[in-house]
């Protein structure tokens, strides 16, 4: 079966660090990879997407960046925080084509300090 | 420009009453219409899909294209139906999707 895993899963960071975030996803090949933003009252906001390995889509202009180093792998980067990168982020996987579902991972806490 | 809009934040309702979660959407195409729901302590996961047409615990959805809307109703509310609710749209290749800022339902007993 399929599953996918973020990691840390809580990260308390000073502004003007550096950010990595890491998503893997088993049990499947060549998915569909996001990351999103979850704010309070403000839902779940697509960040980057993801089909296929070294094609990264950006959905808004920000502070991040996404790459996709392997097939099931997505990594969420920053060169320098700011306050407004705090949040939860979410990382997700689809089947694309073949399917419509997104498959959720736990999350990640971020604090910017 | 693609957008789906929950206009409650929280939805209050005793158990067996019925529940309406609104969900407009604007789209430039044909979208997919998408229900998820995130339990207490639980990962977001999918709760139905417009296209399937099927019912999930009770809950259906109807897309009406004429009101850009697809509101999830369940007509007697459980307990155990409280939770973040999430509504989305994606375009047909499932590229990428579009989700509401969610409706916090609470059952109460």
């Known amino acids: 079966s399929q599953t996918i895993h973020q990691w840390p899963a809580t990260l308390v960071q000073p502004v003007g660090s550096p950010l990595s975030l890491e998503c893997t996803v088993e049990?499947?090949?060549?998915?569909?990879l996001y990351w999103y933003r979850q704010a309070a009252g403000r839902g779940l906001q697509l960040l980057f997407y993801?089909?296929?390995?070294?094609?990264i889509s950006s959905e808004v202009p920000q502070n991040l960046s996404a790459s996709r180093p392997q097939d099931r792998q997505f990594i969420l980067s920053s060169k320098k925080l700011l306050l407004s990168d705090s949040g939860f982020y979410l990382c997700?996987?689809?089947?694309?084509?073949?399917?419509?579902?997104?498959?959720f991972g736990p999350g990640t806490r971020l604090t910017v300090l | 420009a693609q957008r789906v809009t929950q206009p409650e934040k929280l939805l209050s309702v005793f158990k067996g009453a019925p529940v309406e979660l609104k969900c407009n959407y604007s789209?430039?195409?044909?979208?997919?219409l998408f229900w998820y729901v995130q339990y207490s302590r639980q990962r977001l996961q999918l709760l139905l899909r417009?296209?399937s047409r099927e019912s999930i615990k009770g809950f259906t959805a109807d897309l009406n294209k004429g009101e850009t809307s697809f509101h999830l109703k369940k007509p007697f509310a459980q307990e155990e139906d409280s939770a973040m609710y999430y509504c989305?749209?994606?375009?047909?290749?499932?590229?990428?999707?579009?989700f509401g800022s969610g409706t916090k339902l609470n059952v109460k007993p």
């Open positions: 993801s089909v296929g390995i070294g094609q």
């Open positions: 789209y430039s195409g044909s979208p997919e």
């Open positions: 989305a749209l994606s375009g047909r290749n499932f590229n990428k999707f579009y």
């Open positions: 417009h296209i």
């Open positions: 049990g499947t090949s060549n998915p569909n």
């Open positions: 997700a996987w689809s089947p694309g084509l073949e399917g419509y579902t997104q498959y």
